[in-house]
């Protein structure tokens, strides 16, 4: 595996790119440091000097514990104060693979932007100007409403009780039904297997043909160097093949059945009879009962209408016949409204 010199840079003067190997800074002269760490430029070439790779595949560098000095591995002694080793930490190995490295943060935004971004910024200012200018008209507003008067509808729907025209399966039919007509009509239709066809079909598959060296990434040595990381990846290629099988084979039976008109009597909804005014006295309308007719749901709307300090006229509908009651014309209340809408209004009791 190939052996790359790294570099670090100085903490005291900023000094790019110091050889690896070196303790000292080419600069300013201070020494490297615990704090540093070493990386790998672009460029860095494979070492081939034999006393360099020696150096390389040594142990890592390590670290007085009295003044901090880096030291190589063969020190028994600080290079820079004289401590013995014993017991002194040594650089760590570490791995940087290829696939575990973060994506690099993207450029920031250039400060001399052209026409193109200048004009692509006034147009977002001016759409942000219309949406607020859209928003704010059409916002709710506060206001004054006066009671000016109230409306009323009621209904009461009618059901008839007479025969009526359906179909169903023989033997289906409800009670009191009346047969019309009859006909035979495919109830379902039973799938029945029959045997097995030979068929031919083309199956990819991927098949591992050999193996590839590939560099996955570098390893630090601690000791300015760094070491190529290789592993063996198996090689695959896509083959194909044909190969026969058995399918089912099926033939659909259809099975009949006789589908039968018939009429029956039900409840059935007729009409709707309808009351509407203005004022307080509301009324049901008159059903008018006939034969075989009955009443069914019963329904009420009411509603209260306003004019705001300009004129304008609203309408709320009440929750109930009381409420509704309880806002009397002439008074006036605090709301909100937007549009032709009363968003909020106040409670009855609320009002002055």
């Given at each position: ?267 059935v909804r007729d009409r709707e009879p309808r009351a509407e005014g203005r004022g307080l006295a509301p009324r049901w309308p008159d059903p008018a009962l006939g034969a075989r007719e009955r009443e069914s749901k019963r ?54």
């Open positions: 595996m190939a052996i790359r010199e790294g570099a670090w840079d100085c903490p005291s003067c900023g000094r790019k790119g110091n050889r690896g190997p070196e303790k000292y800074c080419g600069g300013c002269g201070a020494p490297r440091g615990p704090e540093v760490k070493f990386y790998l430029p672009e460029d860095a070439a494979e070492v081939t000097d034999p006393e360099a790779l020696k150096r390389a595949r040594s142990t890592p560098d390590w670290i007085c514990e009295f003044c901090g000095a880096d030291n190589r591995a063969e020190n028994a002694f600080c290079s820079g104060c004289g401590a013995p080793r014993d017991g002194a930490k040594t650089r760590q190995v570490v791995e940087h693979r290829f696939d575990a490295q973060p994506a690099a943060p993207p450029p920031p935004p250039s400060s001399k932007g052209g026409l193109g971004s200048r004009v692509a910024r006034f147009g977002c200012l001016g759409l942000i100007a219309l949406v607020a200018l859209v928003w704010f008209l059409g916002r709710p507003r506060e206001t004054t409403l006066t009671v000016t008067g109230h409306e009323w509808m009621r209904s009461v729907e009618v059901e008839a009780f007479r025969p009526v025209a359906e179909e169903a399966w023989e033997g289906e039919l409800p009670s009191g039904a009346r047969s019309l007509s009859s006909r035979r009509e495919v109830y379902r239709v039973n799938r029945i297997r029959t045997g097995t066809e030979t068929r031919t079909r083309t199956v990819s598959e991927q098949v591992q043909t050999g193996t590839e060296r590939v560099k996955v990434g570098v390893r630090d040595l601690g000791n300015g160097y760094f070491e190529d990381i290789y592993e063996d990846r198996p090689v695959y290629e896509t083959r194909t093949r044909e190969e026969t099988y058995e399918e089912p084979v099926y033939r659909e039976e259809p099975v009949y059945r006789n589908r039968i008109r018939f009429e029956v009597d039900r409840w329904t009420e709307l009411y509603k209260v209408t306003f004019e705001d300090e300009d004129g304008d006229d609203y309408a709320w509908e009440a929750r109930s016949e009381a409420e509704w009651r309880s806002y009397r014309e002439g008074q006036s209340y605090k709301g909100k409204v937007q549009g032709s809408k009363i968003m909020e209004l106040e409670s009855p009791e609320q009002g002055s």
